[in-house]
């Protein structure tokens, strides 16, 4: 059984410019690429996951 903390590698097709772009903001913030991704897409679905409940019926 896998652990919580393995992570699944994925391969991955970017632009350069879109690679060079998320390298330029990762090393804004301190992060690797991989790292970046990550965090970008750990946000992405926390949004979506928010955005997608509905409210409560009054």
């Known amino acids: ?5 393995e992570k699944k ?4 097709r ?13 090393e804004d913030d301190f992060r ?3 790292g970046q991704i990550e965090y970008l897409l750990t ?3 926390k949004q979506r996951k928010k955005s997608s409940r ?3 019926d009054e």
Not at 1 to 5: H, I, L, N, R, V
Not at 14 to 26: F, G, R, T, V
């Open 14 to 26: 970017l632009s350069q410019q879109l690679y060079n772009d998320l390298a330029a903001w990762a």
């Open 54 to 56: 509905k409210p409560p």
């Open 32 to 34: 690797s690429v991989n």
């Open 9 to 12: 590698q994925v391969p991955l």
């Open 43 to 45: 946000e992405c679905v």
């Open 1 to 5: 059984m896998a652990e919580k903390s």
